[in-house]
């Protein structure tokens, strides 16, 4: 009698979690591990709500007991899980190996992310080097980028789009893009553009690009391309009448099928350019189709080309519900008075502002040298020598 009634709160427990109810769920869970503490399927179901809510410790007590109760390797494969978000990696490593032949393809993937955080290189490339998860392919991609992080932390935006994205991030004025933003928003107003231009600036001035124009136009990414042809002395080139490498400026775009957009003219054209971005709102995780240079990394507009919801929202006391309470979400906004646009950027990049981040970005990279910007040879083709 009690273990049909455990096993009748484990199965409620399992479609309020269907329902994405986990409150409900997780009350389920609990009363069926009362009422048969000997089960491991409740103790397994409960630890894994708890760590996907973030509760490690009490989640590895959980699967822990469960582990006691049953080897089913979901269990470890979870508390493997587990022990990677407490940084004992060697914890985890064991649990992995204990369910490499019988676990999910995922398992080796993991051992793999779990030899990476302990810079065991050499055993990391041989486990990836046999999976065949796209996941795993894009580890083992990434290790030669791996193999340069040596005390150095893993965690933050800048080495996230470094590794995966071979991507330069030039950052923001407050953290230096280095923290993932998730669902926030950020305005970039003139003095954020302009900071990024100027260590854009500083980039081309440092890679000794020898360039022949700056590509880019449209209410949008105009502005830009316009205030670095200024600023670098450079003709602004549409793909037709390009004789060279090319800068290609752009505002702010939306993932790589915006930025693939943006480039297409070009590429059709056969005209070797090196793509920068002010900002880039990601969609999906980082990967080489996004720019090769951009500024910032999140949801972001810049101040004369507000078209996202997210960025045309303003004040409304009588808005108390939705996403936004206290705000609505306004028309869409474009300043097309460009000349406008472009004086006010170049005024805010003469002002004689300190920007110690400039240097510590450029250093970075100077040790984190596997860029596409830096891979980028800008000599002209056969075609427009």
């Known amino acids: ?40 399927d409740a103790y397994l179901a409960l630890g894994r709500l708890q760590a996907m809510r973030g509760q490690f410790q009490t989640a590895l007590k959980l699967l822990t007991e469960a582990s006691t109760r049953s080897s089913d390797p979901q269990i470890f494969e979870w508390r493997a899980y587990v022990y990677g978000r407490l940084r004992r990696y060697e914890d985890a490593l064991a649990d992995y190996h204990a369910v ?19 810079s065991r290189y050499d055993e990391a490339e041989a486990v990836l080097a046999e999976s065949a998860e796209d996941s795993g392919k894009q580890l083992l991609a990434a290790l030669p980028r791996y193999r340069e992080f040596r005390g150095e932390r ?17 950052g923001t004025m407050g953290d230096g893009g280095l923290r993932p933003t998730g669902h926030r928003y950020l305005m970039l107003s003139t003095r954020h553009v302009a900071l990024t ?22 209410p949008h990414h105009g502005p830009v391309a316009r205030v670095m042809a200024e600023v670098l002395g450079l003709p ?26 943006a480039e297409a003219p070009w590429r059709a054209a056969k005209v070797p350019f090196v793509h920068a971005a002010v900002g880039l709102v990601p969609v999906g995780d980082p990967d080489e189709d996004e720019p090769a240079v951009i500024g910032f990394a999140g949801r972001c507009a810049v101040y004369w080309h507000r078209v996202e919801s997210f960025s ?28 406008r646009v472009c004086t006010a950027l170049l005024e805010a990049m003469r002002q004689p502002i300190t920007d110690p981040a400039a240097e510590a970005i450029l250093a970075w990279y100077t040790r984190h040298a596997q860029t596409r910007a830096h891979a980028w040879r800008p000599e002209p083709s056969e075609e427009h020598r």
């Not at 009748?8 to 591990?33: I, M, N, P, S, T």
């Not at 893993?154 to 030039?170: A, N, V």
């Not at 231009?197 to 360039?211: I, K, N, Q, S």
């Not at 080139?237 to 957009?261: I, Q, W, Y």
Request: with cysteine; charged share 30%.
């Open 1 to 40: 009698m009690i273990e049909r009634l455990a096993r009748k709160h484990f199965e409620r427990g399992r479609q309020f979690e269907l329902q994405e109810k986990l409150d409900e769920a997780v009350g389920c869970y609990e009363r069926a591990v009362a009422l048969e503490p000997q089960s491991a």
């Open 100 to 118: 490499l032949e019988e676990g999910e393809p995922s398992v080796r993937v993991n051992l793999g992310r779990m030899y990476l955080a302990l």
């Open 197 to 218: 231009l100027r260590r854009l600036a500083a980039l081309v001035e440092e890679r000794g690009w020898r360039l022949t124009g700056i590509g880019g136009d449209g």
């Open 236 to 261: 602004r080139v549409e793909p037709a009448t390009a004789d060279g490498p090319v800068l290609l400026c752009s505002a702010v775009l939306k993932g790589s099928t915006e930025t693939k957009r």
């Open 312 to 339: 045309r929202l303003v004040q409304d006391r009588d808005a108390k519900d939705g996403p936004w309470p206290g705000f609505k979400v306004g028309p869409a906004f474009v300043d097309p008075n460009t000349d």
């Open 154 to 170: 893993l965690d933050d935006m800048r080495t996230t789009r470094y590794l995966f994205g071979r991507t330069l991030l030039l």
